[in-house]
Every structure is written in C-alpha cells, then in structure tokens.
C-alpha cells in the first residue's frame, strides 16, 4: 500500500477464495444487471504495490459475486506518482481528484494505492480481497435503484446514449459515465515496476457528470471521445453509468455496456 505521501508498507495479498469460490462469469458483453457493484480501484503503474490490485480487478470484473451482484470494475490511474520516475500512461487528474474527495469522506490516513471503493460508500487495500467480500456482503443488503442503458453507439464522433432511472425518491442525484478500455498493458521502463509488462482491465479513460435528476428519467447523451481512445472494430471498450449521491456520496445504481 502506497500514501500520497509516498510512505511504503508493507502488504500481502489477502486470500481471495471466499470471493472467487462462487464468482460465475456472466459473458463477455453484460448490458445491465439488477444489482450492480462498482469498484473503483485507484491505482498507478509507478506503484510497486499496485500489481496485485490490478491482477484482483482482473478476476471479478463482470463476474457475478457470492451476494449476487454484477462486479463493474474501473480502474482509475492517478497522477501523484508520475513525478517518480514514470509517467502512467493512463493517468489523469480527474481521477486524482475523484480519489481526494473520496479521501476527505472515507479515509482518514488521506490518498494511497491500491486503493478500493466499494459503490462510493466502503474502502479498503486495493488487493485485500477478504475486505472486498465482506463489502460485497454488505452492500447486497441495501436497496438499488433501476438504472438502465438503453441504448450506446460508439462512431469517430463520439459515443451516443441514452438511459433510464427509475424507483428512486426525489433525492438529486448525480448521473456518471465512465468510457473505458477493455484492457491495456505497459511495458515499464523505470521507476518502482521497472522491467515489468504490466496488465490492466476496465481502464478508466474519461469520467464524466452527464446529469442531475430527481424523480423517474430517460436522458440522451453524447460523450467525446478521450485522446487515443481506439475506435476499430474490434478495440473493445464499454460505457459505465452509475447514478451517485450529491458530494460524491453512496452509488445507488450502475449498469454497463459494451461498445
């Protein structure tokens, strides 16, 4: 585990069998399931402990949990390690900053990675995988609203889409759409992971807030495309959306497709 302030621990790699045990695959394209999970894992190619947190997103991403929810993965490259040697490739302030107010809410020792958040609301190691099970636990008992991408097409102009929300109160929330890339890799020629190939899944290239409702809604929306972001048949990318509370609070309902 590593702090902002570049303060190393030690960390192994907890067991993962209590979760892995029941995990089914749901399929290589997944357009919505009545429980959603994300986990968003705040993470850096120049973090030599963040391997093993990337290697775990690998194994639960779109695969169905024990408690039965979808597990979304998004992988959020942050930018504080860029000055130690090397520059991530898919880092972003965006989510350096989704990470820090993540922090002022959720963990008092501040910014580290690997870091993981569970739907907005619980946070653990990034590899701890006993920790992720017993979020996911928890997490199935609460109730989820109904968030559902009806349609997404993705052309060298952009992503277009549209979806619906219902069965919630009045309460605003924000609605979020992450585009990513299926999967990546960078051969590391400095810092802490020199000399490695390193593997990632559900690489977070744009995060973006798309709307605000209150009540029942369908919306359409356009989404530019992020620098370097692989239009052929065949790049593999998906579109995210997840419905949050107001100040990046609790995720009370996702959906994902492929594009």
Same mark, same amino acid.
């Given at each position: 585990?590593?702090?902002?302030?570049?303060?190393?621990?030690?960390?192994?790699?907890?067991?993962?069998?209590?979760?892995?045990?029941? &995990?089914? +695959?749901? #399929?290589? /394209?997944? =357009? $919505? @399931?009545?429980?959603?999970?994300?986990?968003?894992?705040?993470?850096?190619?120049?973090?030599?402990?963040?391997?093993?947190?990337?290697?775990?997103?690998?194994?639960?991403?779109?695969?169905?949990?024990?408690?039965?929810?979808?597990?979304?993965?998004?992988?959020?490259?942050?930018?504080?390690?860029?000055?130690?040697?090397?520059?991530?490739?898919?880092?972003?302030?965006?989510?350096?900053?989704?990470?820090?107010?993540?922090?002022?809410?959720?963990?008092?020792?501040?910014?580290?990675?690997?870091?993981?958040?569970?739907?907005?609301?619980?946070?653990? &190691?990034? +590899?701890? #995988?006993? /920790?992720? =099970? $017993? @979020?996911?636990?928890?997490?199935?008992?609460?109730?989820?609203?109904?968030?559902?991408?009806?349609?997404?097409?993705?052309?060298?102009?952009?992503?277009?889409?549209?979806?619906?929300?219902?069965?919630?109160?009045?309460?605003?929330?924000?609605?979020?759409?992450?585009?990513?890339?299926?999967?990546?890799?960078?051969?590391?020629?400095?810092?802490?992971?020199?000399?490695?190939?390193?593997?990632?899944?559900?690489?977070?290239?744009?995060?973006?807030?798309?709307?605000?409702?209150?009540?029942?809604?369908?919306?359409?929306?356009?989404?530019?495309?992020?620098?370097?972001?692989?239009?052929?048949?065949?790049?593999?990318?998906?579109?995210?959306?997840?419905?949050?509370?107001?100040?990046?609070?609790?995720?009370?309902?996702?959906?994902?497709?492929?594009?």
């Amino acid at each position: 585990m590593q702090f902002r302030s570049v303060f190393a621990v030690s960390i192994s790699l907890f067991s993962i069998h209590p979760l892995l045990a029941g &995990v089914q +695959s749901t #399929g290589p /394209a997944v =357009d $919505r @399931a009545p429980n959603v999970a994300i986990v968003e894992l705040f993470t850096s190619e120049g973090c030599s402990s963040c391997p093993p947190a990337d290697a775990l997103l690998g194994q639960i991403h779109l695969k169905q949990s024990p408690s039965g929810q979808l597990i979304v993965g998004i992988s959020e490259h942050v930018t504080y390690w860029n000055s130690l040697g090397w520059k991530d490739p898919y880092s972003s302030p965006v989510f350096t900053e989704r990470q820090s107010a993540y922090a002022s809410r959720l963990s008092p020792e501040g910014s580290y990675t690997p870091q993981m958040v569970l739907n907005g609301k619980d946070q653990f &190691v990034g +590899s701890n #995988g006993t /920790a992720l =099970d $017993r @979020a996911l636990r928890e997490d199935a008992k609460r109730t989820h609203v109904d968030l559902r991408i009806v349609a997404a097409t993705l052309s060298v102009d952009g992503v277009d889409a549209k979806f619906s929300l219902s069965g919630h109160t009045s309460k605003p929330l924000d609605v979020i759409a992450v585009l990513t890339d299926d999967a990546d890799r960078s051969s590391v020629l400095r810092g802490e992971n020199t000399g490695r190939l390193l593997q990632h899944v559900s690489v977070a290239r744009s995060l973006t807030r798309v709307a605000t409702v209150a009540g029942d809604a369908e919306k359409s929306i356009h989404l530019p495309l992020p620098d370097g972001f692989q239009t052929a048949v065949g790049a593999g990318h998906h579109i995210v959306l997840f419905a949050q509370e107001a100040h990046q609070g609790t995720i009370v309902g996702a959906a994902t497709a492929s594009l």
